[in-house]
């Protein structure tokens, strides 16, 4: 049996899809392709979601359909560009949105059956329109407009820490160990945060100090899971209800007793792109942030680029999907996965030092309130992938923030149902909404070298 993964010395490592492999063989050797049968798997998961949103729709927006006008305001105060507002009629747009989403139910449908993908852009589609009938419908006659860019800035501003554990996830598992101390790092990257900038009054220190806070809570996790063979989901546990309690015993006995001293921290200013900051709905949202969001794109478009278009990301995919033949060519497997599982949680930590220099502001008791395993959630729903794994978190972010807002406006929506709906998009995400999820074949599994 040939390795999946093939190659001369330590830098020619390939990582080859079986799959593949099949495909080159048959178009090489025709004949080759007899007797072999062709396994499908159909998943059904994407079409009987479509068809759920879609019965939620006309139930919501036709049965207990709201009469009345929702108006959508797209542009602050402070925009240079000025665009109208946006207003509809609530009970026919809700039945239009109600047609078009069973319409969609039906095409997830027609495509598993004919043993088709159901593409991801067809979720996303599903999505806005969804989300677009549901306001229309809680805004119908209200007082208030839906302020669109308000909105969206709230909804980026709550998935950063999440798109940074979801970056740490990623790495992590693809390397083959599952982080599920993303909360712990992301706790003790805010608590180490404040401290430091509030001794030192330079929030770049605390920065820097929360990132080396994540990766020793990534030591911890990496010695024992990798060296001495601890089941890896255990010590991740462990190690988020140690820093929880850690963090609660020092913020109760030292902060909050000298918390001018010691937990009153800087926050970095907002920077405004030129021209960028001014581009109406994308630059309130992506363009009039602080610093620690903008490393955020860059460590976004750097992880995805290093995972599958270096060499390193080359050789941590092999050892996440195939340690034994990784070490075959020369990969130190445990040495790799250490290293690795430390960088993760440094990149964590930039996320929880966003809690206390760029939002919060003081630290408080368990302040991430569970983002850890959310971010944990986005990677299962990005299926491994840095941008499909930040889309994920940038939803979460939103489910979040859209309970504020329509707690704003008087929603007819109970505010304890809002309260839920983050982590009711949380079970949908890891059910597998969007299909079939497979995760890196090594992920949880200690190597013990033969």
Same mark, same amino acid.
Do not use: C
């Given at each position: 049996?040939?390795?999946?993964?093939?190659?001369?010395?330590?830098?020619?490592?390939?990582?080859?899809?079986?799959?593949? !492999?099949?495909?080159?063989?048959?178009?090489?050797?025709?004949?080759?392709?007899?007797?072999?049968?062709?396994?499908?798997?159909?998943?059904?998961? *994407?079409?009987?979601?479509? *068809?759920?949103?879609?019965?939620?729709?006309?139930?919501?927006? &036709?049965?207990?359909?709201?009469?009345?006008?929702?108006?959508?305001? @797209?542009?602050?105060?402070?925009?240079?560009?000025?665009?109208?507002?946006?207003?509809?009629?609530?009970?026919?747009?809700?039945?239009?949105?109600?047609?078009?989403?069973?319409?969609?139910?039906?095409? #997830?449908?027609?495509?598993?059956?004919?043993?088709?993908?159901?593409?991801?852009?067809?979720?996303?589609?599903?999505?806005?329109?969804?989300?677009?009938?549901?306001?229309?419908?809680?805004?119908?006659?209200?007082?208030?407009p839906i302020q669109v860019a308000g909105l969206l800035v709230g909804s980026v501003s709550l998935?950063?820490?999440?798109?940074?554990?979801?970056?740490?996830?990623?790495?992590?598992?693809?390397?083959?160990?599952?982080?599920?101390?993303i909360e712990g790092q992301l706790l003790a990257g805010a608590f180490m945060a404040a401290v !430091?900038?509030?001794?030192?009054?330079?929030?770049?220190?605390?920065?820097?100090?929360?990132?080396?806070?994540?990766?020793?809570?990534?030591?911890?996790?990496?010695?024992?899971?990798?060296?001495?063979?601890?089941?890896?989901? $255990?010590?991740?546990?462990?190690?988020?209800? @140690?820093?929880?309690?850690?963090?609660?015993?020092?913020?109760?006995?030292?902060?909050?007793?000298?918390?001018?001293?010691?937990?009153?921290?800087?926050?970095?200013?907002?920077?405004?792109?030129?021209?960028?900051?001014?581009?109406?709905?994308? #630059?309130?949202?992506?363009?009039?942030?602080?610093?620690?969001?903008?490393?955020?794109?860059?460590?976004?478009?750097? &992880?995805?680029?290093?995972?599958?278009?270096?060499?390193?990301?080359?050789? /941590?995919?092999?050892?996440?999907?195939?340690?034994?033949?990784?070490?075959?060519?020369?990969?130190?497997?445990?040495?790799?996965?250490?290293?690795? /599982?430390?960088? *993760?949680?440094?990149?964590?930590? @930039?996320?929880?030092?966003?809690?206390?220099?760029?939002?919060?502001?003081?630290?408080?008791?368990?302040?991430? *309130?569970?983002?850890?395993? $959310?971010?944990?959630?986005?990677?299962?729903?990005?299926?491994?992938?840095? $941008?499909?794994?930040?889309?994920?978190?940038?939803?979460?972010?939103?489910?979040?923030?859209?309970?504020?807002? @329509?707690?704003?406006?008087?929603?007819?929506?109970?505010?304890?149902?809002?309260?839920?709906?983050?982590?009711?998009?949380?079970?949908?995400? &890891?059910?597998?909404?969007?299909?079939?999820?497979?995760?890196?074949?090594?992920?949880?599994?200690?190597?013990?070298?033969?």
């Amino acid at each position: 049996m040939s390795s999946p993964i093939t190659g001369s010395g330590n830098l020619g490592v390939e990582v080859v899809d079986p799959g593949a !492999v099949s495909s080159a063989t048959q178009h090489e050797h025709p004949d080759s392709s007899k007797g072999l049968e062709k396994t499908i798997v159909k998943s059904w998961k *994407a079409p009987i979601g479509y *068809a759920v949103f879609a019965l939620i729709a006309l139930l919501l927006f &036709v049965i207990l359909g709201r009469d009345g006008l929702s108006t959508f305001t @797209l542009s602050g105060d402070n925009d240079l560009i000025q665009l109208p507002d946006v207003v509809v009629v609530a009970r026919p747009t809700g039945l239009i949105v109600t047609v078009l989403l069973v319409v969609i139910a039906i095409v #997830g449908f027609l495509l598993v059956r004919v043993n088709r993908r159901v593409p991801l852009w067809l979720t996303a589609v599903l999505g806005v329109l969804f989300l677009f009938g549901f306001l229309a419908w809680a805004d119908a006659g209200a007082s208030l407009p839906i302020q669109v860019a308000g909105l969206l800035v709230g909804s980026v501003s709550l998935s950063v820490p999440l798109i940074f554990g979801a970056l740490g996830g990623v790495i992590s598992e693809r390397v083959g160990v599952v982080n599920v101390a993303i909360e712990g790092q992301l706790l003790a990257g805010a608590f180490m945060a404040a401290v !430091v900038t509030s001794v030192t009054g330079l929030p770049v220190l605390g920065l820097i100090t929360a990132a080396i806070a994540g990766a020793l809570v990534s030591f911890v996790l990496a010695a024992f899971a990798i060296k001495y063979l601890v089941d890896q989901v $255990i010590v991740g546990v462990v190690l988020n209800v @140690l820093v929880i309690g850690l963090t609660n015993f020092l913020f109760s006995q030292v902060l909050s007793k000298n918390a001018e001293i010691l937990n009153s921290p800087v926050r970095f200013d907002r920077i405004n792109i030129p021209l960028l900051s001014e581009i109406p709905l994308i #630059g309130p949202t992506l363009f009039r942030q602080t610093i620690i969001v903008y490393l955020m794109y860059i460590a976004v478009a750097v &992880v995805f680029f290093a995972l599958f278009h270096t060499k390193w990301g080359l050789r /941590v995919r092999a050892v996440g999907e195939h340690p034994q033949a990784a070490d075959t060519v020369g990969i130190n497997v445990n040495g790799t996965r250490f290293w690795n /599982v430390m960088l *993760a949680g440094a990149i964590t930590g @930039l996320g929880g030092a966003y809690f206390t220099l760029g939002s919060v502001g003081a630290f408080n008791k368990e302040m991430t *309130a569970g983002a850890g395993y $959310i971010a944990l959630a986005a990677v299962i729903f990005g299926q491994w992938d840095p $941008i499909r794994a930040t889309l994920a978190a940038l939803l979460f972010g939103f489910a979040t923030n859209l309970q504020s807002s @329509l707690g704003i406006i008087g929603s007819p929506v109970p505010s304890e149902f809002m309260l839920m709906l983050p982590y009711v998009l949380t079970i949908f995400a &890891v059910a597998g909404l969007v299909g079939r999820s497979r995760g890196p074949a090594a992920s949880g599994k200690p190597y013990i070298k033969s």
